[in-house]
């Protein structure tokens, strides 16, 4: 268990990340990668991924085990949506951190091939590694960022609206059952038995979406702490391409109603205050809700007694009359790619 101990100041300066982070996503999509669990949610993707990676998960399981620590490095703290920012802070990795870091491997420190070089400081490691991250984010992450950013959203909105609603305690109260409140610590299931001792440093809650059933912390006490959740899961992380049952969903939104209950919608309400806001009954919001979930433009997700809608990208690009913009990782040059092994099947827990 992971005990997360709060005081006063912590709790004034507990703060929600402002999107989902590009390379916690990678790195933990990785784990997702290898795992046989979660099928109903990541099969489909797992098989999409697999189809089109290019030998970056040989090189990325020398520093990512399948379950377990992984060197904080690889997660610098950057600003969400920001994959070239992320890169260049793990290029920028002293020698000292990489020795200690990667000493606390499971197998401990590497003694052969490049990852015996990566520890030793070799800046050429480095940035091959920062390129198979960035060629393993094109193939796992980026194609699915607009849903990764949905579900991420709904979470922020759901946390959001129990913090206007109660403040930083009730935040807290309402992260998934994993994670429990009880003033002034926060619970956490975790693999290990921990504490974190915040010390005046608030706490940065990062919801995830390829975290799966426990959260995830930085193993270093002494950096900026930040706890990745898992988000609710309702659906998996790609949009059906068109065809018969998405053309008809999109077709029944034509119309005044289903238009004022879109953009009634706005930064998140609940279906009594949809109703209210669109000027129908409950039942009709209810309903009209349902095909615009159906058509992947909002998302909905439960919030105490009552659930919570929020527009998806592709809502707000609707609305807004422009198209959902989907971040796109640099590409590695092309001595970089041919860097890279060949690509090897990805090992299974």
């Not at 999509?29 to 089109?52: C, P, Y």
């Not at 990325?60 to 703290?77: E, H, I, K, N, Q």
């Not at 919801?207 to 309702?234: E, G, I």
């Not at 971040?327 to 092994?341: D, G, M």
Request: charged share 20%; with cysteine.
């Amino acid at each position: 268990m992971l005990r997360i101990h709060f005081t006063g100041e912590d709790l004034a300066r507990l703060r929600m990340a402002p999107g989902p982070d590009t390379l916690w996503e990678t790195i933990l999509s990785f784990h997702r990668l290898r795992d046989r669990r979660g099928a109903s949610v990541f099969g489909e993707w797992r098989q999409e991924t697999r189809g089109r990676l290019s030998g970056e998960t040989r090189l990325l399981s020398a520093v990512v085990p399948c379950r377990g620590y992984f060197p904080d490095f690889l997660t610098p703290p950057h600003g969400p949506h920001s994959l070239d920012a992320g890169l260049m802070r793990i290029r920028e990795t002293g020698p000292e951190r990489l020795d200690a870091e990667l000493s606390r491997l499971p197998g401990g420190r590497p003694t052969t091939g490049w990852a015996a070089a990566l520890a030793d400081g070799c800046t050429t490691q480095l940035g091959r590694l920062a390129d198979a991250l960035a060629a393993y984010h094109q193939a796992a992450v980026s194609p699915y960022w607009a849903h990764i950013q949905a579900r991420v959203d709904a979470d922020r909105a759901a946390r959001g609206r129990a913090l206007l609603d109660g403040g930083a305690s009730e935040l807290l109260d309402s992260l998934p059952p994993m994670l429990r409140w009880r003033a002034p610590v926060l619970e956490a299931d975790y693999p290990v038995d921990r504490e974190l001792h915040l010390n005046g440093r608030g706490l940065l809650l990062q919801p995830s979406f390829f975290c799966r059933r426990t959260p995830v912390a930085l193993h270093d006490p002494k950096l900026p702490p930040v706890l990745v959740y898992p988000v609710t899961h309702t659906q998996a992380p790609y949009e059906s391409p068109p065809g018969p049952g998405r053309t008809t969903s999109l077709g029944r939104l034509v119309g005044h109603t289903r238009s004022s209950v879109l953009m009634a919608i706005g930064n998140g309400c609940t279906t009594s205050e949809l109703a209210r806001r669109a000027g129908v009954s409950l039942a009709s919001a209810s309903q009209h809700a349902g095909v615009l979930r159906d058509a992947g433009l909002l998302v909905t997700l439960r919030h105490g007694n009552s659930v919570l809608h929020t527009l998806t990208p592709l809502g707000s690009a609707l609305l807004c009359g422009g198209t959902p913009r989907v971040p796109r990782p640099r590409r590695p040059s092309q001595a970089a790619q041919s860097s890279i092994p060949e690509r090897s099947t990805p090992a299974t827990m």
